[in-house]
C-alpha cells in the first residue's frame, strides 16, 4: 500500500511559481513511478509529469515541458512538482499518484494504482 498527501497549491499571479509537495508512506513507494495528473472544472483529468522509481527518467505533458519539473527526495518519501511561468490555464486540481513497476511514459496513459486527495492550484490572469 502506499499512501499519498499533496501541499502547497494555493493561489498565484500568472507568471509566477508554485511548489507542489507529495509526502508518501508504505513500503511499496520505494518501487512505485509517481506522477502527477490535475483536473480542471468541467474537465477529464489529465496527465501532467512523471518520475521513475529511481528519480532517473521523467516525462511531461507537451503544455507543461518547460515550465514544470519533478523531482523525486528521497530522504523525505517525497514528489516535488516545481510549477513556473504558470498560465490561468494550468488552474486546477493537482493530484498526486503512484503505480509500481511502472515507467513515466506508461503512467501518461493508464490508471494509478494510488491517488492522493488532491491540492487546489489557480492562477489569475
Known amino acids: 500500500q502506499v499512501q499519498l498527501v499533496e501541499s502547497g497549491g494555493g493561489l498565484v499571479q500568472a507568471g509566477g511559481s508554485l511548489r507542489l509537495s507529495c509526502a508518501a508512506s508504505?513500503?511499496?513507494?520505494?518501487?512505485?513511478?509517481v506522477g502527477w495528473f490535475r483536473q480542471a472544472p468541467g474537465k477529464e483529468r489529465v496527465f501532467v509529469a512523471a518520475?521513475?522509481?529511481?528519480?532517473?527518467?521523467?516525462y511531461y505533458a507537451d503544455s507543461v515541458e518547460g515550465r514544470f519539473t519533478i523531482s523525486r527526495d528521497f530522504a523525505k518519501a517525497a514528489v516535488n512538482l516545481q510549477m513556473n511561468s504558470l498560465k490561468p490555464e494550468d488552474t486546477a486540481v493537482y493530484y498526486c499518484?503512484?503505480?509500481?513497476?511502472?515507467?513515466?511514459?506508461?503512467?501518461?496513459?493508464?490508471?494509478?494504482?494510488?491517488w492522493g486527495q488532491g491540492t487546489q492550484v489557480t492562477v489569475s490572469s
Open positions: 508504505g513500503r511499496a513507494f520505494s518501487t512505485a513511478a
Open positions: 518520475i521513475s522509481w529511481s528519480g532517473g527518467t521523467t
Open positions: 499518484a503512484a503505480r509500481r513497476y511502472t515507467t513515466p511514459q506508461t503512467m501518461a496513459i493508464t490508471n494509478p494504482d494510488y
